[in-house]
T-cell receptor
């Protein structure tokens, strides 16, 4: 079983839609969790951390469920510029990435 | 700005050749990582290092080795390249505390083709 699993998508949504991604992890000792964004032919960049209590950054909401070992990312009011691949990252002193979920926002 | 520089953007090598991929960071980061990225598989961790002369295996270390003789430089070595090592290789670095903030800084990647 892979340590970090994501639905690869693709998710194709219209502008203004709300879209959610989930990610599950296998190591219950994992310490911290993050979402990264990767644009086509670019390197990944940190989007946001994921805290146990849930956290928001503008249109983006991240949540962590330690009991069920999954994290989620919710994007509200999708913009064309949100089109990218979203990668979840699980850290147990080793920063392991999921395979990524491809999102395309269409006009 | 943090800068992580990978020595080559594109390389073409033949099966059996020894390949060196170099990565240098200029922010005195303790941690350095090598990943490979393949379609549908995402980034897979090959090796990482927390300090000079220190290395830890990631998920897929077979066929690779690493060297960290200086803090700023982390090299990935393919002793005998094979076609299944054709991939995009990404180097990243972070401060030690960056593991808790998630702040990995990536290089632009090295696309290796093994013929």
């Amino acid at each position: 079983r892979k340590e970090v699993e994501q639905d690869p998508g693709p998710f194709n949504v219209p502008e203004g839609a709300t879209v959610a991604f989930n990610c599950t992890y296998s190591n219950s000792a994992s310490q911290s969790f993050f979402w990264y964004r990767q644009d086509c032919r670019k390197e990944p960049k940190l989007l946001m951390s994921v805290y146990s209590s849930g956290n928001e950054d503008g249109r983006f909401t991240a949540q962590l469920n330690r009991a069920s070992q999954y994290i989620s990312l919710l994007i509200r009011d999708s913009k064309l510029s949100d089109s990218a691949t979203y990668l979840c990252v699980v850290n147990n002193n080793d920063m392991r990435f999921g395979a990524g979920t491809r999102l395309t926002v269409k006009p | 700005d943090v800068k992580v520089t990978q020595s080559s953007r594109y390389l073409v090598k033949r099966t059996g050749e020894k390949v060196f991929l170099e990565c240098v960071q200029d922010m005195d980061h303790e941690n350095m990582f090598w990943y490979r990225q393949d379609p549908g598989l995402g980034l897979r961790l090959i090796y990482f290092s927390y300090d000079v002369k220190m290395k830890e295996k990631g998920d897929i270390p077979e066929g690779y080795s690493v060297s960290r003789e200086k803090k700023e430089r982390f090299s990935l070595i393919l002793e005998s390249a094979s076609t299944n090592q054709t991939s995009m290789y990404l180097c990243a670095s972070s401060f030690h505390r960056g593991l808790n903030t998630g702040e990995l800084f990536f290089g632009e990647g090295s696309r290796l083709t093994v013929l």
